[in-house]
């Protein structure tokens, strides 16, 4: 039965992967004309609305100390993560930005193990986190800096505040998962999210922004919303759930991966042998973590 649920765990994060990654490559078509604040409130508001048959659309929880945590989770992760993501992406490189988003998979395993007592298991468990870092730093890469990613910039460390706040979002969803189906978590911490986003847009001024979305984008912003966000974070807190924190992250490193697969596929991108290379060290290091 425990191994059953493990494999469960695991591929719900691989499929998680898969959808996110696949988010990289349709989100272009809309944010050429949509505004990125705009767009956000949009996809996790639909998210969340997706996901209320699964989560039977209650908003009811066991514990009244839970409604404080997932307060927290959607504030953290559906709001102001995302938020400083945006705003940073604005004043920084693409590139400098795809390496700083790896921070989410450092940050969340050092405060999984710092403050919630679950860290890899002796150094052969240390020595596979260190290969999926590595393998995600070359993919991201492809060992190429540009001379801006160490300079003091508000872009970057506003990617960074972002990559924190998902941590801590992780971790305290871990805890949360205990008490309550993942699924109730994911539709309310995307409806409320959203909603919190859109109420921020239209104070921005930002209204006719989403009266004028064209209705051909909408055919791409929905399954996008429902597969790409509301799905895969669904799966993730299901893998979160069953196999914990650190192989979760682990395992939803491979996301960028299956980004520049889809991208390659879809775009006609190529894909560099360092990339190759990458993916071979962080499925080692996913392989090695499993077993160990």
């Known amino acids: 039965m425990q191994n059953r649920e493990a494999i ?18 349709v989100a272009k078509v809309p944010l050429s004309t949509v505004d990125p604040l705009v767009l956000s409130a949009i996809v996790y508001t639909i998210s969340g ?46 590139s400098d930005a795809s390496i700083l988003t790896n921070g989410e998979v450092i940050f ?14 002796g150094r052969v468990g240390m020595f596979a986190i260190a290969l999926v870092i590595a393998g995600l730093f070359i993919a991201t890469t492809d060992l190429k800096l540009s001379e801006t990613i160490l300079q003091f910039n508000a872009g970057n460390l506003l990617i960074l505040g972002s990559m924190f706040f998902w941590a801590v979002d992780n971790n305290l969803s871990r805890r949360l998962t205990t008490r309550v189906h993942p699924a109730k978590i994911a539709m309310i911490k995307s409806l409320m999210g959203g909603l919190v986003l859109f109420g921020i847009a239209i104070a921005a001024g930002k209204w006719n922004d989403f009266t004028t979305i064209q209705t051909d984008l909408w055919l791409i912003i929905v399954p996008m919303s429902i597969s790409g966000f509301g799905g895969a974070l669904l799966l993730f807190l299901q ?19 299956f980004g520049i697969v889809i991208a390659a596929l879809v775009l006609g991108e190529s894909i560099t042998v360092l990339q190759g290379v990458a993916t071979a060290i962080i499925i080692g290091g996913i392989l090695i973590l499993t077993r160990h």
């Open 8 to 25: 469960i765990g695991y591929l719900s994060v691989l499929f998680a992967a898969v959808m996110f990654g696949s988010v990289f490559t």
């Open 49 to 94: 609305l997706a996901l209320i048959p699964f989560a039977k659309a209650s908003f009811r929880m066991d514990i009244k100390r839970d409604y404080a945590w997932l307060v927290a989770v959607t504030l953290l992760g559906a709001v102001a993560a995302p938020a400083l993501l945006l705003y940073g992406l604005q004043q920084t490189d693409a």
């Open 108 to 121: 969340t395993i050092i405060l999984s193990a710092a403050f919630f007592g679950e860290r890899p298991k």
């Open 239 to 257: 893998g979160i759930k069953r196999i914990g924190t650190v192989k979760t992250m682990s395992i939803f490193s491979l996301t960028p991966i």
